[in-house]
C-alpha cells in the first residue's frame, strides 16, 4: 500500500460535529440499556458523599470508557468528541468521573459488586452467554499481582507473581476474581475483590467463592458446576464453601507429607499413560505412549481440623524428569517422576477429570485480556477506587463477551482488545431525518460488516404488535 495524495496536497481538521469513532458504543450500551445496569446501580449503590450523586450516569460512563478501551480515568475522555452526545446523554467529565471514584467507600464497592452479579444474570438471559451451562460449568478462582509503581497507591505492596514461569515479588496490589465457563463458552467474570499488595492468594476466598456460585447459578449454571482452583486455594474453609453451595470442587493439592504417603500407595499398574505434549498414540494397542501418568486413590483432607474432614478423590499425575543420575549413565536404571495431586468430588471418570482441572488456566486469559484493556494501569491513588475500577473492569468484559455473542460465534469467543477493533471501534457519521431519527454511516466494506449489524439489528428489534 503506498500513499494516493503528495504532502503538500493533504490537509487534516478536526472539525466535524457529526462524526462519531466509536459507534459500536450504540449497541453495546443499548445492551446495557436492556439489562438496566443504570437501574440496578440506582437500587444498590448509595454514596453518602455530595461526589457520589447520580451514581448511575458515572458508572455507566466508566464503563461505556472502558468498552471504548480506556484504561485510565483519563482517557474516558475519548467519549467527548463529535457526534457522541448527539447518541448518548448525562456523559460526564474525566475529572468528574476521577471524584466520583475517589468519594468511594468500601462499602460502595460491595455494592458495586452485587451489581455486577446481578447484571451478569440479566446478561445471560439476553445473549447466549453461556451455552451448555445447565448440563457442566466450570468456576476458576486465582489472583494476580497487579504491578504498581512509587508509593502513592494505598494498599500498595510486596506480594508473589509470576514473570516467565518465575516466582518473584512485586510491588503492587493484589487482585481476586473468579470466572465462569463452560466447554463451549468463553469465560465470564463472576466477582472480583482487591487486596493489599502483600495479601496470600486465598485471603477472602471462601466468600468470593460463596459469592460466585450463587452468581453462578443465577447466570444459567443449573447442572453441574466445578470450583477449580491452584494449591493457593487447598483450603477447609473452601472446599466447605463449594459443598455448601451444592458444588464440586477441583483444588490441587499442596505436596505435604500426607498426600506424599497417599501418593505411594498407588500400585505401579494402576497408572494409566495419558494425552499429554510429545505423547504418541499407539493405534494397535489403542492407548498412548507418553511421559505422562494419572491414578488415583481415595483421600481424607483437613483431617486434622475439627468436623471439617472431606474425603473425597485424590488424582495424582506423574511426569518424567531428567534423572540426576543421567549423567553418569544410568538414567535407565532409576525412574524419576515429578507428580502433581489433585483433590476432588469431580462426578467424571478419570481422565476426563484431571483434563478438566488442567483447564483451570483459562482464568490466566481472563486477567491477560483484563490487563490488555482496562486494567491496563490502577489508576488511582485511593485503595476504593481503584477497587471500583476494577468491578467496572469486570462489568465491561462481560457486557462486551455478550455483545460478541450477539454478533455471531466467529466473535463469540474473541478477545477483548479484537472486539474493541472490529465492533467498537467504527467510525460513523450521523444524519437525522424525520421526527426523531437517527442513521449512522458506517465505512463502506467493513470487514466485520455482518457481525456488527448483527449486534445492532438484534437490540434494535421493533417491539411485538399488540393483538387486539
Same mark, same amino acid.
Given at each position: 500500500?503506498?500513499?494516493?495524495?503528495?504532502?503538500?496536497?493533504?490537509?487534516?481538521?478536526?472539525?466535524?460535529?457529526?462524526?462519531?469513532?466509536?459507534?459500536?458504543?450504540?449497541?453495546?450500551?443499548?445492551?446495557?440499556?436492556?439489562?438496566?445496569?443504570?437501574?440496578?446501580?440506582?437500587?444498590?449503590?448509595?454514596?453518602?458523599?455530595?461526589?457520589?450523586?447520580?451514581?448511575?450516569?458515572?458508572?455507566?460512563?466508566?464503563?461505556?470508557?472502558?468498552?471504548?478501551?480506556?484504561?485510565?480515568?483519563?482517557?474516558?475522555?475519548?467519549?467527548?468528541?463529535?457526534?457522541?452526545?448527539?447518541?448518548?446523554?448525562?456523559? &460526564?467529565?474525566?475529572?468528574?468521573?476521577?471524584?466520583?471514584?475517589?468519594?468511594?467507600?468500601?462499602?460502595?464497592?460491595?455494592?458495586?459488586?452485587?451489581?455486577?452479579?446481578?447484571?451478569?444474570?440479566?446478561?445471560?438471559?439476553? @445473549?447466549?452467554?453461556?451455552?451448555?451451562?445447565?448440563?457442566?460449568?466450570?468456576?476458576?478462582?486465582?489472583?494476580?499481582?497487579?504491578?504498581?509503581?512509587?508509593?502513592?497507591?494505598?494498599?500498595?505492596? /510486596?506480594? #508473589?507473581?509470576?514473570?516467565?514461569?518465575?516466582?518473584?515479588?512485586?510491588?503492587?496490589?493484589?487482585?481476586?476474581?473468579?470466572?465462569?465457563?463452560?466447554?463451549?463458552?468463553?469465560?465470564?467474570?463472576?466477582?472480583? &475483590?482487591?487486596?493489599?499488595?502483600?495479601?496470600?492468594?486465598?485471603?477472602?476466598?471462601?466468600?468470593?467463592?460463596? $459469592?460466585? +456460585?450463587?452468581?453462578?447459578?443465577?447466570?444459567?449454571?443449573?447442572?453441574?458446576?466445578?470450583?477449580?482452583?491452584?494449591? @493457593?486455594?487447598?483450603?477447609?474453609?473452601?472446599?466447605?464453601?463449594?459443598?455448601?453451595?451444592?458444588?464440586? /470442587?477441583?483444588?490441587?493439592?499442596?505436596?505435604?507429607?500426607?498426600?506424599?504417603?497417599?501418593?505411594?500407595?498407588?500400585? $505401579?499398574?494402576? *497408572?494409566?499413560?495419558?494425552?499429554?505434549?510429545?505423547?504418541?498414540?499407539?493405534?494397535?494397542?489403542?492407548?498412548?505412549?507418553?511421559?505422562?501418568?494419572?491414578?488415583?486413590?481415595?483421600?481424607?483432607?483437613?483431617?486434622?481440623?475439627?468436623?471439617?474432614?472431606?474425603?473425597?478423590?485424590?488424582?495424582? &499425575?506423574?511426569?518424567?524428569?531428567?534423572?540426576?543420575?543421567?549423567?553418569?549413565?544410568?538414567?535407565?536404571?532409576?525412574?524419576?517422576? &515429578?507428580?502433581?495431586?489433585?483433590?476432588?468430588?469431580?462426578?467424571?471418570?478419570?481422565?476426563?477429570?484431571?483434563?478438566?482441572?488442567?483447564?483451570?488456566? +483459562?482464568?490466566?486469559?481472563?486477567?491477560?485480556?483484563?490487563?490488555?484493556?482496562?486494567?491496563?494501569?490502577?489508576?488511582?491513588?485511593?485503595? @476504593?477506587?481503584?477497587?471500583?475500577?476494577?468491578?467496572?473492569?469486570?462489568?465491561?468484559?462481560?457486557?462486551?463477551?455478550?455483545?460478541?455473542?450477539?454478533?455471531?460465534?466467529?466473535?463469540?469467543?474473541?478477545?477483548?482488545?479484537?472486539?474493541?477493533?472490529?465492533? +467498537?471501534?467504527?467510525?460513523?457519521?450521523?444524519?437525522?431525518?424525520?421526527?426523531?431519527?437517527?442513521?449512522?454511516?458506517?465505512?463502506?466494506? *467493513?470487514?466485520?460488516?455482518?457481525?456488527?449489524?448483527?449486534?445492532?439489528?438484534?437490540? #434494535?428489534?421493533?417491539?411485538?404488535?399488540?393483538?387486539?
Amino acid at each position: 500500500m503506498r500513499l494516493f495524495h503528495a504532502a503538500a496536497r493533504t490537509h487534516a481538521s478536526f472539525d466535524d460535529e457529526h462524526l462519531v469513532a466509536y459507534a459500536g458504543l450504540e449497541p453495546v450500551m443499548r445492551l446495557a440499556d436492556h439489562c438496566d445496569l443504570g437501574g440496578l446501580v440506582g437500587e444498590h449503590v448509595a454514596v453518602a458523599d455530595r461526589l457520589g450523586v447520580n451514581a448511575a450516569a458515572k458508572i455507566t460512563s466508566i464503563v461505556a470508557g472502558m468498552a471504548a478501551g480506556a484504561d485510565s480515568i483519563a482517557d474516558l475522555d475519548a467519549l467527548r468528541h463529535g457526534g457522541m452526545d448527539k447518541l448518548f446523554d448525562q456523559v &460526564r467529565a474525566p475529572s468528574t468521573l476521577g471524584s466520583f471514584l475517589r468519594c468511594l467507600s468500601w462499602g460502595n464497592v460491595r455494592q458495586i459488586e452485587k451489581v455486577a452479579r446481578e447484571l451478569l444474570a440479566r446478561l445471560a438471559a439476553c @445473549a447466549p452467554l453461556l451455552p451448555g451451562a445447565g448440563t457442566v460449568a466450570f468456576l476458576d478462582v486465582d489472583s494476580t499481582q497487579k504491578r504498581t509503581y512509587g508509593y502513592a497507591k494505598q494498599g500498595s505492596g /510486596f506480594g #508473589h507473581t509470576k514473570i516467565q514461569g518465575k516466582s518473584v515479588l512485586v510491588r503492587g496490589l493484589n487482585v481476586l476474581a473468579s470466572v465462569l465457563s463452560t466447554p463451549l463458552a468463553a469465560p465470564v467474570v463472576t466477582g472480583t &475483590r482487591l487486596r493489599g499488595g502483600n495479601a496470600g492468594s486465598a485471603r477472602g476466598a471462601e466468600s468470593l467463592v460463596a $459469592e460466585s +456460585i450463587t452468581a453462578a447459578r443465577a447466570a444459567g449454571a443449573t447442572g453441574i458446576l466445578i470450583v477449580r482452583g491452584d494449591s @493457593a486455594f487447598y483450603s477447609a474453609g473452601v472446599v466447605a464453601a463449594c459443598r455448601r453451595a451444592g458444588a464440586r /470442587f477441583s483444588i490441587t493439592a499442596k505436596m505435604d507429607r500426607k498426600i506424599k504417603a497417599a501418593i505411594a500407595t498407588i500400585a $505401579e499398574d494402576a *497408572w494409566t499413560a495419558i494425552e499429554y505434549p510429545d505423547a504418541i498414540f499407539d493405534e494397535q494397542a489403542g492407548c498412548w505412549i507418553s511421559d505422562a501418568e494419572i491414578a488415583e486413590v481415595p483421600y481424607t483432607a483437613f483431617a486434622s481440623k475439627k468436623g471439617q474432614a472431606v474425603t473425597a478423590r485424590l488424582i495424582v &499425575r506423574r511426569v518424567k524428569r531428567l534423572n540426576p543420575a543421567s549423567a553418569i549413565g544410568q538414567d535407565e536404571l532409576f525412574s524419576v517422576h &515429578r507428580y502433581h495431586a489433585v483433590f476432588t468430588d469431580s462426578p467424571f471418570h478419570l481422565v476426563q477429570a484431571e483434563q478438566q482441572h488442567r483447564g483451570h488456566a +483459562i482464568v490466566e486469559q481472563v486477567f491477560a485480556d483484563l490487563a490488555d484493556g482496562p486494567l491496563a494501569h490502577l489508576p488511582s491513588g485511593d485503595f @476504593a477506587a481503584n477497587a471500583a475500577w476494577l468491578t467496572c473492569a469486570a462489568i465491561t468484559h462481560n457486557l462486551l463477551r455478550a455483545a460478541s455473542c450477539l454478533a455471531g460465534p466467529v466473535h463469540a469467543r474473541a478477545r477483548g482488545a479484537t472486539l474493541r477493533r472490529r465492533l +467498537i471501534a467504527v467510525p460513523a457519521r450521523l444524519a437525522r431525518h424525520g421526527r426523531g431519527h437517527l442513521t449512522l454511516h458506517l465505512p463502506e466494506h *467493513w470487514r466485520w460488516q455482518r457481525a456488527w449489524m448483527n449486534l445492532f439489528e438484534t437490540l #434494535h428489534k421493533p417491539p411485538p404488535a399488540v393483538v387486539a
